[in-house]
């Protein structure tokens, strides 16, 4: 069964706003969680790994102040796009590890910005 | 950093016939392989994987061999079916790192 959720599956919201995507670990206490973001017809793309109690570790060229994660407790780590533009629009998909450096993904988030 | 080559990126096979997907990836550091399976809107799903001091593992009709010398690694299907078809991704982890480091994937295409 699954092991990591994420809410909401799929978004639609205008230009200029903000999103909040919920990222889960189900049966396990996550101290890290990544965040992906997967364009049509491309691979997943790392933009941050989400830290628990501490900040985010960005990968080069994400924006931190457009990207936000939140990593408040062992089993919930969120992503906020903040001004959110048709650019953003992608699949966004969160993953946990285990201590045998297996991941496992969320069902994937699916943003479209009008 | 990491760089993941993956090939073919489009794969079509004959129901039955086995196909094979290679990566190729740069960091000789690297120690953990896994393979993705993802259908459409859906999330990737781990089919096998392999460790840096394992030469191969065969689980039903999926395999992955891995030659760290030349720095390749390849996912076999055996005896393919329709529902094979999907887009399969190869990654690479670097020891005592956390970021995983995604092949371009391939789709692959079983036609009955």
């Known amino acids: 069964g699954a092991v990591v959720s994420q809410h909401p599956s799929w978004v639609i919201c205008k230009s200029g706003t903000s999103v909040k995507i919920e990222c889960r670990s189900l049966d396990f206490q996550a101290t890290t969680m990544f965040w992906y973001r997967q364009f049509p017809k491309q691979s997943l793309m790392l933009m941050a790994t989400s830290n628990e109690g501490s900040k985010a570790t960005y990968e080069q060229g994400v924006e931190k102040d457009k990207f936000l994660i939140n990593h408040a407790s062992l089993t919930l780590s969120t992503l906020t796009v903040t001004s959110a533009h048709p650019e953003d629009s992608s699949f966004y998909i969160c993953?946990?590890?285990?201590?045998?450096?297996?991941?496992?993904f969320g069902p994937g988030t699916r943003l479209t910005v009008l | 950093g990491e760089n993941v080559e993956q090939h073919p990126s489009t794969l079509s096979v004959q129901e039955g016939d086995s196909a094979v997907i290679k990566c190729t990836y740069s960091?000789?550091?690297?120690?953990?392989f896994p393979w993705y399976k993802q259908e459409l809107g859906k999330r990737p799903q781990l089919i096998i994987d392999i460790r840096s001091n394992v030469g191969e593992k065969k689980d039903q009709r999926i395999a992955v061999t891995l030659n760290k010398t030349a720095k390749h690694f390849s996912l076999h299907i055996t005896e393919t079916q329709p529902e094979d078809s999907a887009v399969y991704f190869c990654a690479v982890l670097k020891a005592a790192g956390n970021k995983l480091t995604f092949g371009g994937g391939t789709r692959v295409l079983v036609k009955p």
């Open positions: 993953s946990r590890r285990e201590t045998t450096d297996t991941q496992y």
């Open positions: 960091d000789s550091a690297s120690n953990y």
